[in-house]
């Protein structure tokens, strides 16, 4: 079943902070966190496991909460380069496909 | 270096036509993946496969057939039974257990 994202657009200026968060009915082994630019293939940025810690770099991290299957996207101090959909992609088993939500839109305007 | 290639970048597709999409990769990776997405939306599985000569159908596999012949390779084949074939095609490849999906650059399918 394909994982909840919210909010499903975001608009920030330069500086300002967002959360995205991703949603999952299942259990999940793994969530998997994507961005992509307009007309380009998504990028990985990073991967959480199931009972792994927070996971970040720079300005940009996540977590898991397993209790509630949850996990969130943090960017922080935003630049206009982090703008475009990310994605999150859920994983409820090792070596398993992932489903991945709508995608959420972030615009980060000067 | 290291990477996923995906070829054409843009296609066109007559009524009745069957039309391949070429994907390889150089990562030594297991598994590849083929996925559709439509503007706006998310990507949704058509296929994967996790070894070579063998693959799973993803949650929209009909009107679609892939092989997997060589690890390096993995073309996907949208046949005359796909009817709204219009999308853009991303192919990718991770190591089986566990790993991020790497992405090729994606080919845009258009009907005539």
């Known amino acids: 079943q394909q994982p909840v994202q919210s909010p499903q657009a975001v608009i920030l200026r330069e500086g300002e902070d967002a959360v995205i968060n991703c949603s999952s009915s299942?259990?999940?082994?793994?969530v998997h966190w994507y961005r992509q630019k307009h007309g380009e293939a998504p990028v990985f940025l990073m991967i959480?496991?199931?009972?792994?810690e927070q996971k970040g770099h720079e300005k940009i991290s996540a977590s898991f909460n397993e209790k509630k299957q949850q996990s969130s996207l943090y960017l922080t101090a935003s630049q206009l380069s982090y703008s475009g959909t990310y994605f999150c992609?859920?994983?409820?088993?090792?070596?398993?496909?992932?489903?991945f939500g709508e995608g959420t839109q972030l615009t980060v305007n000067p | 270096d290291g990477g996923i290639t995906q070829s054409p970048k843009y296609l066109f597709r007559k009524e009745g036509q069957n039309v391949t999409l070429s994907c390889e990769q150089n990562?030594?990776?297991?598994?590849m993946y083929w996925y559709r997405q439509d503007p706006g939306q998310g990507l949704r599985l058509i296929y994967y496969?996790?070894?070579?000569?063998?693959?799973q159908k993803g949650d929209i596999a009909e009107g679609y057939s892939v092989s997997r012949e060589k690890k390096e390779s993995f073309p996907l084949t949208v046949t005359s039974a796909q009817k709204n074939p219009t999308a853009f095609y991303l192919c990718?490849?991770?190591?089986?257990?566990?790993?991020?999906?790497?992405f090729g650059d994606g080919t845009r399918l258009s009907i005539l």
């Open positions: 990718a490849s991770s190591n089986a257990h566990l790993g991020p999906q790497h």
């Open positions: 299942k259990a999940l082994y793994s």
């Open positions: 959480l496991l199931k009972g792994g």
């Open positions: 992609g859920t994983e409820i088993a090792s070596g398993s496909r992932l489903t």
């Open positions: 990562l030594n990776h297991d598994a």
């Open positions: 496969s996790q070894i070579v000569n063998d693959f």
